[in-house]
């Protein structure tokens, strides 16, 4: 049974010592529980605030030495709940190991699901998260102009694919030309910048004439800058992330631009609102299973995935999700 635990905790960026992988004993179920074999992970942006020695309220800090948590597809190999059998292919939360106890309560029945990793991305809760965000809080309006960073990743090619299906025009945001191309060839975005070119805020602008009504916030950083001054009068803002700060270990120095912040929310009447996709399950996720199901069936929602063989694997990929290495939604294949 390998693990991979914390080893240390990040200071800025995590690096490869930051873990360890470890041979842990396969543990017995008992009575009422059941033993996983772990055949896809999830790595997710989340997991950086983890790794942190006070995590937000929404998840919790791994103590150094343990598992790092993550969400997985797994295969039960042995069972002693009443229903769950040996060989029942689940959604579960073993984290980064190759098996785990589970007492069942985490675990979600896939079935016979033809491809179960994207029970992780665009048909779990990536694809959910973007639903939420774009659909209930930023409310797309047929011909406005919805924006959204990270666009070729696992949240953000979701919303740029929703908001063109409500009649939205899509602008993506990602990191390098390639990105960016498939954004708009693949994935029918309007238009997609990159995020590292020098003229990044002036190409912005200019792909964006009217304004931006929506906008998806997955990055933060001197993305939103360059998005802040176009947003228009009454916009919507999803916070849902702001991965460019999270390996932050202080606030940025000064001048503090709050007050930039405020004012433009003030003039333009912006809605800016945070949320947290695990407050939503319930009837909200059949709604959005269902719909986005269709959607993938019939190919009008592309989903991509970034697969990575061996659980050995996972730190490296993960630090290289924090840098924008990702194309497409990031799974470790950790057994067939
Ligand atoms: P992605 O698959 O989009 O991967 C992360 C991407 O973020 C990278 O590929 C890169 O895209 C971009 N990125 C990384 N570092 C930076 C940086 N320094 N500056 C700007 N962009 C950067 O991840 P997810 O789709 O899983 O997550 C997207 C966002 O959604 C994250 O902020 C995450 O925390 C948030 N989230 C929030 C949830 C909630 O409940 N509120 C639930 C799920 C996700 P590129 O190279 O194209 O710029």
Redesign the pocket.
């Known amino acids: 049974n390998r693990r991979v635990v914390l080893a240390a905790r990040p200071n800025g960026l995590p690096k490869p010592s930051d873990f360890r992988l470890e041979q842990a004993a396969v543990p017995e179920p008992g009575a009422g529980q059941v033993l996983l074999r772990t055949l896809y992970l999830s790595l997710?942006?989340?997991m950086r605030n983890m790794m942190d020695p006070v995590a937000p309220i929404y998840t919790t800090s791994i103590p150094i030495g343990a598992p790092i948590a993550g969400g997985t597809v797994n295969r039960v190999v042995a069972s002693k709940h009443p229903k769950f059998g040996s060989g029942d292919l689940v959604l579960g939360n073993a984290g980064w190991q190759d098996y785990a106890l589970s007492d069942g309560s985490d675990l979600v029945p896939l079935g016979d699901m033809a491809k179960p990793s994207l029970a992780l991305g665009g048909l779990g809760?990536?694809g959910f998260?973007a639903h939420v965000?774009l659909l209930d809080i930023g409310e797309p309006k047929p011909g406005e102009t919805v924006a959204v960073?990270?666009?070729?990743?696992?949240?953000?090619s979701a919303v740029g694919q929703i908001a063109k299906l409500k009649g939205a025009r899509a602008v993506g945001?990602?990191?390098?030309a390639d990105?960016c191309r498939y954004a708009v060839e693949e994935l029918g975005f309007d238009a997609c910048i990159d995020?590292r070119d020098p003229r990044f805020a002036e190409l912005l602008a200019a792909a964006c004439p009217d304004g931006i009504d929506a906008y998806f916030e997955?990055?933060g950083?001197e993305?939103f800058d360059a998005v802040l001054p176009l947003l228009n009068v009454g916009a919507r803002v999803p916070v849902?992330?702001?991965?460019?700060h999270?390996n932050d270990q202080a606030l940025p120095p000064g001048p503090n631009r709050t007050p930039l912040l405020m004012s433009a929310l003030l003039q333009k009447r912006i809605r800016m609102q945070?949320?947290?996709?695990?407050d939503h399950y319930g009837e909200r996720f059949e709604t959005f299973r269902r719909e986005m199901g269709a959607w993938v069936e019939q190919g009008r929602v592309k989903l991509r995935e970034d697969r990575v063989d061996g659980l050995e694997n996972a730190p490296e990929a993960f630090i290289g999700?924090?840098?924008?290495?990702?194309f497409?939604?990031?799974v470790v294949r950790v057994a067939e």
């Open positions: 997710d942006p989340y809760m990536p998260t965000g960073a990270a666009a070729t990743g696992a949240v953000g945001i990602a990191g390098g990105k995020r997955n990055v950083g993305v849902c992330g702001f991965i460019s999270y945070g949320f947290i996709i695990l999700l924090l840098q924008g290495r990702n497409g939604k990031l």
